[in-house]
């Protein structure tokens, strides 16, 4: 069978799922040929895309630098005996090595990198590419399990940094205000390195009779059904609030540092960014500015 190859190296979880609704949209379009991905591990494309429709093989980048580096992809690419490549950032290396491994069409952004959306980058392209649209997918991921959601809601407390963080305590009086309004089970979805704060906020809540579960040490893949039980996600842009989003979630993203315009590939996800501030961006350092009454108010109608 004929093969493509799209290689995409934003390294995220949130950063691939932003790319999933172009990837599978060429692979709709191309149903003649089978379709691999080639990403970064820190993706954990693998946890989560395993049993994907779309994606028949997932490869890792090897975690080198350098000519070994150059060495290795060329390998990989020599190896898959692509008919296409679709390069979905800027630069030459990918392309060059392409070229060198005998793959006839290769696609990428171009040499230079710009500053732009990379949302309507990635879906725009396509027209360029295939001559086709971006599909706007309603579920971008299935658990492939049976989901009845709950009453429960979970809160994204991690991030990959601190600067894209809500504090603790606005986490815990939010979710005291959902409670009163509508008792509730609230899923603690976080990093290993947020398990302390996930155990403040167990230890604070249940004072209160309010019951949490913390997913905190759970590898990606086993997380999957718990987050598509919620009825909701509220918390930091981070990879689980794309993960709610792609799996038909509800999901309110507490945006005060990075572009909110990152939510704009899934109808799912609601960017909420400081009251009265427009333009977020990388290092607006505007999270504290998020106030816990402004949250609640744009999330309480959807409370039942």
């Known amino acids: 069978m004929k093969k493509i190859l799209i290689i995409q190296t934003r390294p995220g979880i949130g950063d691939l799922c932003v790319f999933l609704p172009p990837i599978y949209t060429i692979a709709e379009y191309l149903k003649e040929y089978e379709l691999h991905l080639l990403t970064k591990k820190r993706t954990c494309a693998t946890e989560f895309l395993s049993n994907n429709k779309y994606i028949k093989k997932i490869i890792y980048l090897p975690d080198t630098t350098g000519l070994k580096l ?23 290396r990918y392309f060059i090595l392409s070229k060198l491994a005998g793959i006839k069409k290769v696609f990428f952004y171009g040499i230079f990198k710009k500053n732009e959306n990379i949302v309507k980058k990635s879906q725009n392209i396509l027209k360029k590419w295939i001559g086709k649209e971006c599909i706007n ?39 005291q205000m959902i409670n009163d309004k509508q008792k509730s089970i609230f899923l603690i979805a976080g990093g290993a390195v947020e398990l302390e704060d996930a155990n403040r906020i167990k230890e604070k809540l249940e004072k209160f009779d309010i019951k949490t579960i913390s997913i905190c040490n759970n590898k990606i893949k086993d997380t999957l059904l718990n987050l598509s039980q919620s009825k909701m996600y509220i918390g930091n842009d981070t990879g689980f609030m794309h993960l709610s989003g792609c799996l038909g979630v509800k999901s309110y993203g507490l945006f005060g540092d990075t572009p909110p315009n990152y939510a704009s590939y899934n109808e799912n996800i609601f960017a909420i960014t400081p009251n009265g501030f427009n333009s977020i961006t990388h290092g607006s350092g505007m999270m504290d500015e998020i106030k816990v009454d402004y949250v609640y108010n744009q999330i309480s109608a959807d409370i039942h």
């Open 137 to 175: 997918f309603d579920r971008i991921l299935d658990t492939n399990n049976k989901v009845n959601q709950i009453q429960q809601i979970t809160l994204g407390i991690g991030g990959s940094g601190q600067n894209k963080k809500w504090k603790i305590l606005n986490f815990i009086k939010l979710a």
């Open 70 to 92: 150059n060495k290795e992809i060329l390998n990989i690419l020599s190896k898959g005996n692509y008919n296409k490549c679709f390069i979905m950032h800027y630069g030459l």
